[in-house]
């Protein structure tokens, strides 16, 4: 399974950004999808993630700027990304924990995309 991401960028400070990401592989079923991002010198965090039934999780820094959806028929996560802060500088992953058709459960990462907002 491969997780492929795209989307990040350089944006100014107020602007939007789209991400999104792709799982591809011998997949049997997707229950959660979402995204972490990592700033320099700090941990990995939680974004946002959305699961096959619906709920979503939000980091509280990023509630009601962005929003996470999913497409389940092309086993896409995408992140939009609105009124962005410096702060919001990140490498950004995509996260997937799904069912192989031999493993109950798996988790896989993305490569990273990295967005940069400049104040």
């Known amino acids: 399974v491969q997780l492929q991401a795209s989307g990040g960028g350089l944006v100014q400070a107020g602007g939007s950004l789209r991400l999104s990401c792709t799982a591809s592989g011998s997949i049997f079923s997707i229950n959660v999808m979402g995204w972490y991002r990592q700033a320099p010198g700090k941990q990995r965090e939680l974004v946002a993630t959305k699961s096959s039934s619906g709920t979503t999780t939000y980091a509280d820094s990023v509630k009601g700027r962005f929003t996470v959806s999913r497409d389940n028929a092309k086993n896409t996560v995408y992140l939009q990304m609105n009124s962005l802060k410096p702060e919001d500088t990140a490498v950004y992953y995509c996260?997937?924990?799904?069912?192989?058709?031999?493993?109950?459960?798996?988790?896989?990462w993305g490569q990273g995309t990295l967005v940069t907002v400049s104040s």
């Open positions: 996260h997937a924990d799904l069912r192989e058709p031999w493993r109950e459960r798996a988790v896989y």
